[in-house]
């Protein structure tokens, strides 16, 4: 049982355009969202979070939306750069569990056209 | 220049053989953790610490081993009692509870 999904993929954009990546998620319990980016052959690196008191994030190109009816986050990036290639990864946790054990989604792989 | 670094970056393991991975943080994080990827799949979590001298199984811990005796080392060991144990092998830190984990750069173990 899945409980975060990244139903696309991949996902291939052109140089200046948005990125717009996708996830979904089933337990109602998660409260604090996180993406990464990862390299070939290298660890995720933490891009950003938002917490369930909040429908939105911003850190410069990076936007991250949450919408909690829906059980849905998205990732904006704009403008998307070549850079930006990676896999992304969205993971969720419930912040009151004693662990902080995130479960993450099977990563969407974004290709930025020069 | 503070961060988490896990070696080797590749390991090889013969049948029947156990192999230990290594991981150290400089990060004065208290949890750590060990997570395993596969292809096509997401990071799925093998053991995590929250304080020295303790720590938990995660969702795959069949076959791994783990210690906490310091508060910047966790090392796993891979077992010969993991089956499958080829996969890139994923260490992480945080603070706290709520704070985003940070990783090292992975390793890969493959089976001769």
């Known amino acids: 049982d899945q409980q975060v999904k990244q139903n696309s993929p991949s996902l291939s954009v052109q140089e200046g355009r948005i990125s717009i990546l996708n996830c979904d998620y089933t337990n109602s319990m998660f409260d604090y969202f996180l993406w990464y980016k990862k390299y070939p052959a290298e660890g995720p690196t933490f891009l950003i979070s938002i917490s369930s008191i909040k429908d939105k994030n911003e850190d410069g190109r990076f936007t991250v939306f949450l919408n909690k009816s829906a059980k849905h986050l998205s990732l904006h990036i704009v403008p998307s750069q070549p850079g930006d290639s990676a896999v992304y990864f969205c993971a969720a946790s419930e912040s009151g569990g004693a662990t902080n054990k995130l479960i993450f989604g099977t990563g969407t792989l974004l290709a930025v056209q020069p | 220049d503070g961060g988490i670094t896990q070696s080797p970056k590749y390991l090889f393991r013969k049948e029947g053989q156990n192999v230990t991975l290594s991981c150290e943080q400089n990060l004065n994080h208290d949890a750590m953790y060990w997570y395993r990827q596969d292809p096509g799949q997401g990071l799925r979590l093998i053991y995590y610490?929250?304080?020295?001298?303790?720590?938990q199984k995660g969702d795959i811990a069949e076959g791994y081993s783990v210690s906490r005796e310091k508060k910047e080392s966790f090392p796993l060991t891979v077992t010969s009692a993991q089956k499958n144990p080829t996969a890139f092998y994923l260490c992480?830190?945080?603070?706290?509870?709520?704070?985003?984990?940070?990783f090292g750069d992975g390793t890969r173990l493959s089976i001769l």
């Open positions: 992480a830190s945080s603070y706290r509870t709520n704070q985003p984990q940070h």
């Open positions: 610490s929250q304080i020295v001298n303790d720590f």
